[in-house]
């Protein structure tokens, strides 16, 4: 049988995409389900697809990069080639960017408050009254009173 196949071109565009999303729907791991999940919650809409990220970027792949075997070779390890490629941009592309978002806000959010805490320092330092006038004054009251006595 798989030397009836070897002779077939391994399939193409949509077909492809189709298969591979099928067999990743099949494996449903961790990895697959948080993919998921933080995809359905991107989504404004109130319709969830449970396989467009994994059809769009299989479709992607498949057109940048055909598979150059036959199908055969499809059958016996190119698709599960396939769907960890895909499985791994998905996750890339949605998990761990939410995780770099989710830093640089932090990073942001601890920049303002540090900016924040700088700023009530410097009001309280140059208040009427605060540590700097009194330091001023310490140091420049001596000095005008020396030159308006002479």
């Known amino acids: ?4 196949l070897s002779n077939e071109p391994s399939p193409l565009g949509s077909e492809a995409a ?3 999303t099928n067999t990743i729907k099949r494996i449903n791991n961790r990895k697959t389900r948080k993919i998921l999940n933080i995809y359905n ?5 109130k319709v969830k697809s449970t396989t ?3 059809f769009t970027e299989a ?3 498949v057109i940048k990069d055909p598979p ?4 055969a070779a499809w059958y016996m390890g190119g ?12 996750y890339n592309k949605y998990v761990i960017r939410k995780l ?7 990073i942001i959010r601890s920049l303002a408050l540090i900016k924040r805490i700088y700023d009530d320092t410097i009001e309280r330092y140059y208040m009427p009254g605060g540590i700097f006038e009194t330091n001023a004054a310490l140091i420049w009251n001596p000095i005008i009173k020396d030159t308006f006595v002479k």
């Open 1 to 4: 049988m798989l030397d009836q």
């Open 18 to 20: 189709t298969s591979i």
């Open 41 to 45: 919650q991107s989504i404004q809409s």
């Open 52 to 54: 467009e990220p994994f």
């Open 59 to 61: 479709l992607n792949l």
């Open 68 to 71: 150059q075997f036959s199908l």
């Open 79 to 90: 698709e599960n080639d396939y769907c960890v490629r895909v499985i791994d941009i998905c």
């Open 100 to 106: 770099r978002l989710r830093k640089i806000r932090g």
